[in-house]
């Protein structure tokens, strides 16, 4: 008894000096470990991860450490020293970090490896001719929620609703039909996945007890078990539930597996057509001319065309709009890159300067941040200026540079390296052919023609494509003839 006793505060006394007693090593970046035992910055950074890094940012320059709840994380904001992480594969790995929040979030464990060849399996059905009929599904499912359902809008009068959950429903239901089968549960689906949306990122955050969230994944995991359809062609779903098959993945795990998806697959499309649709309708001049750019379309076709076919946007480029969307990503597409660090390392910055990254630490990058609120980068880097990716020619603009020096990597909205996203062109689309739908078939507005975009919700930092703290008001019906375009 006395020797348990004995031994107990042993592992305690050494837990305390590895988690409380760390000194800054030479070489190593600047040490943060804030006031608190163990949690360090913990609350500061669950609160409002942007504000937290941009405090440290000015206070310790492009390279720091923090501790943050019993982990140790450098953070990176050099863009120019972001390679040395995204391509090391020795010193850094990514799914173990990748596998511990799968399993916290999604209760699910995949068999060791299975991700490489589950990100083989996603890409082939994100291209060639997979990538054909995913996008031509996903304009028939928009089309028909939007213009033939009569139950999101009509021609007869106006309808009011906040132009986020207008976005994030449409897109929800659109993408859900073209992965998930076409069955007629989407509206209740969607419902549930907002609640389990919202609830997510405080389970993540550890502010929130697993069984708090038990209730809502266990009703999507009925709306998603694994079922055979006979006699209509292999979905998106089907094909997945085949490859977990072959993988041996008991069907368990494979319901889990499938609600993965589905929170990957949905989760970042509705919030981007929200936030661009929202810096339109708060920019006259930005929509004038993405509307202007659209208009120049339908002349190079049918004159006489009633209502403009998305073909168009499909056939032809679209720098303006292409612009918009990316100075929409700039601004709200907010991933965090992690890793751990397996065996210690030597990062170089873009200046030279080298610091050792220690082995069982983590290494984190946030590049809504730096660069893509990086001033030297991207001037004015609050404002929505739709033309930003454009040069005066109306060719992409592509080059971007700090302190004289060009920059790799001037945006990362899609992530980058081995956990980038494989849905980017599908998404892409997706987001085009909705804002084309929307812009062109409905007369949409600002109930209140001098409001502003809601702010931020700070929670969703890390998360993906951020969410708004509130709505914007819009009403909307559908437009009669193209001519009033
Ligand atoms: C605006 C829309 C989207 C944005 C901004 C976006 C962004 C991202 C980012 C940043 C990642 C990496 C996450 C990480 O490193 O933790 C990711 C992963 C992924 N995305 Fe997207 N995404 C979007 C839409 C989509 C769509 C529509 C699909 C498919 C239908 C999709 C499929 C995936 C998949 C499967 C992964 C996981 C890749 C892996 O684990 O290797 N994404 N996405």
């Keep these: 008894m006395l020797l348990t006793i004995l031994l107990l505060l042993n592992g305690l006394l050494i837990l305390y000096v590895i988690c409380f007693n760390r000194k800054r090593q030479q070489k190593e970046p600047p040490l943060d470990k804030g006031f608190l035992p163990w949690l360090g910055h913990a609350l500061e950074f669950g609160k409002n991860a942007a504000k937290f890094l941009t405090r440290m940012k000015e206070k310790h320059g492009d390279i720091f450490t923090v501790r943050v709840a019993g982990n140790y994380v450098t953070v990176l904001l050099d863009p120019n020293a972001f390679d040395g992480v995204l391509h090391d594969t020795v010193s850094l790995d990514v799914s ?11 209760g699910l464990q ?12 996603m ?29 999101t809008c009509s021609a007869s009068e106006w309808k009011q609703e906040g ?13 859900y039909l073209t992965l998930f089968e ?6 209740a689906v969607y419902k549930e996945f907002r609640n389990f949306d919202n609830l997510l990122t405080q389970l993540a955050r550890g502010s929130l007890k697993r069984e708090d969230i038990d209730i809502s994944r266990e009703k999507l995991w009925t709306f998603l078990s694994p079922q055979r359809t006979n006699g209509r062609m292999q979905s998106w779903k089907q094909s997945y539930q085949d490859f977990l098959n072959n993988e041996g993945v008991v069907e368990e795990m494979q319901t889990k597996a499938l609600l993965l998806q589905l929170w990957t697959t949905q989760c970042n499309t509705g919030p981007a057509v929200f936030w661009f649709l929202g810096f339109l309708l708060t920019h006259p001049e930005a929509m004038e001319a993405v509307m202007s750019e659209i208009r120049g379309l339908s002349t190079l076709t049918d004159i006489s065309l009633k ?42 910055m873009a200046n030279g300067q080298e610091y050792l990254l220690r082995r ?8 809504l941040l730096s660069p893509q609120m990086d001033p030297q980068i991207h001037p004015e880097p609050q404002c929505f200026k739709y033309d930003r990716f454009l040069n005066e020619d109306h060719t992409v603009k592509d080059t971007f540079y700090k302190n004289g020096k060009e920059v790799k990597y001037h945006t990362l909205p899609w992530g980058a390296g081995r956990s980038s996203c494989v849905g980017k062109e599908f998404a892409v689309k997706a987001i ?29 930092y890390g998360y993906g494509m951020l969410h708004p703290e509130g709505d914007l008001q819009v009403r909307f019906r559908l437009r009669r003839m193209y001519s009033d375009m």
């Excluded at 173990?96 to 999604?106: A, C, D, N």
């Excluded at 076409?182 to 509206?187: M, V």
Aim: proline fraction near 5%.
């Design 96 to 106: 173990r970090i990748r596998g511990l929040s799968i399993q916290k979030i999604f």
């Design 432 to 460: 085009k052919q909705s804002v084309f739908l929307l812009l062109t078939h409905l007369d949409l507005e600002l109930c209140d023609p001098e409001a502003k975009l809601p702010p931020v919700n700070p929670s969703r």
């Design 182 to 187: 076409g069955s007629n549960n989407a509206a």
């Design 307 to 348: 209502r403009p076919s998305s073909k168009l946007m499909a056939e032809h480029s679209t720098p303006v709009f292409d612009s918009a969307l990316r100075e929409t990503l700039r601004l709200t597409a907010a991933v965090m890159i992690r890793r751990e660090v397996v065996q210690d390392k030597v990062l170089v």
């Design 123 to 151: 890409e082939e059905q994100f291209k060639g001719v997979n990538l054909i009929e995913l996008n031509s599904s996903m304009n028939i499912n928009l089309r028909n929620f939007l213009l033939n359902d009569g139950k």
């Design 360 to 367: 069982g630490d983590r290494v984190c990058l946030f590049p």
């Design 110 to 121: 995949m068999p060791n490896n299975m991700h490489t060849s589950e990100r083989k399996w």
């Design 163 to 175: 132009l986020f959950s207008l976005c994030y429903s449409l897109l929800f239901r659109a993408g």
